[in-house]
């Protein structure tokens, strides 16, 4: 009885005595506190900086929907015609745009057009590079980078949001984009407008800030077509810079179901393998009783 019992005591005491001697090396645990520390002072160091240094305008928030052909539409129609002028959407072709807009290759070619490129053409702007540089001293990003670095908030204010400045060489400056050197194409649709101005900070010394913006002169639209219009425009971007995203909506919970399925599987597997390899021991205190 003796024998059995150190035989079966001497598995349960060396496991149990390999769980309570391991112990987290202390260089891991002082190089885990030096990590989060220095992830901490950055987050709260970069806040910091950015709330204190310029006094940020607030955006005008709205909801996009990739599903509405003609919100898509209208935005392709404003944004290859005007827009394009200036910017490209150099990861964009004329033909990839008919299957998002809802639109056949005849209807769009008729309603919307490529402006006289080939259709299978990349989207480019109807300006050289040497013009723009010349124009406006620098060269107009591309739409695509825009829609994938800013937030439909961002790019909605921006576009309602210029208003007269006769500093500026433009005539107009803009809410969200201090000293922005694009002009205000919507003017004749939106109308002018005058800033709202508030006393903050800008690069850490005070200065009156625009906030937002008030009618100044009436254009061909009222506010409310001019809001849906910029709508338009942002959803259209947005769709196109992300232009697997319903696709992505489409397919992702069935690979999450898969994943989950194949988990649920490896585990039945585990468990069916191992089930005459682990098997429980008795206690060693509880031989014999």
């Keep these: 009885m003796f024998v059995r019992s150190v035989r079966r005591r001497q598995p349960n005491s060396f496991w149990a005595g390999r769980a309570m001697t391991t112990r987290t090396p202390a260089w891991k645990s002082g190089l885990l506190v030096v990590l989060l520390s220095t992830l901490l002072l950055a987050v709260s160091g970069s806040a910091a900086l950015a709330s204190v ?25 404003y944004t290859l015609h005007m827009c394009t002028a200036c910017h490209g ?7 990839e745009l008919p299957p998002v807009l809802g639109l056949s290759k005849s209807q769009f070619l008729k309603y919307i057009g490529t402006d006289g490129r080939h259709y299978h ?13 010349k124009f406006l001293n620098m060269e107009p990003p591309d739409l695509t980078d825009i ?10 204010t921006y576009l309602t949001s210029f208003y007269v400045d ?19 194409v919507f003017a004749g649709m939106q109308g002018l407008q005058k800033p709202v101005l508030v006393t903050g900070l800008r690069f850490g010394s005070p200065a009156r800030i625009a906030v937002g913006v008030q009618p100044l002169t009436q254009g061909t639209m009222s506010q409310a077509q001019f809001d849906q219009t910029a709508r338009d425009i942002v959803t259209f971007l947005y769709a ?13 919970p069935w690979i999450i179901g898969l994943f989950l399925g194949l988990s649920l599987l490896t585990y039945f597997i585990y468990k069916l393998y191992w089930r005459r390899v682990i098997t429980s021991h008795e206690r060693w205190w509880r031989i014999g009783r």
Excluded: C
Excluded at 53 to 59: G, I, M, V
Excluded at 127 to 132: F, G, I, Q, V
Excluded at 147 to 156: E, H, V
């Design 53 to 77: 240094t310029t006094t940020q305008p607030p955006l005008r928030h709205i909801k996009i929907n990739l599903h509405d052909k003609a919100a898509l539409q209208t935005g392709a129609l």
């Design 89 to 95: 959407i150099q990861g964009e072709r004329y033909s």
């Design 121 to 133: 053409d990349t989207i480019t702007t109807s300006m050289s590079p040497e013009l723009m540089t």
């Design 147 to 156: 829609a994938l670095r800013r937030s439909p908030a961002w790019l909605y």
């Design 166 to 184: 006769p500093a500026r060489p433009t005539g107009v400056n803009n809410v969200v984009f201090y000293n922005v050197a694009m002009p205000d």
């Design 240 to 252: 196109v810079a992300h232009p697997h995203q319903a696709e992505r909506a489409r397919l992702g």
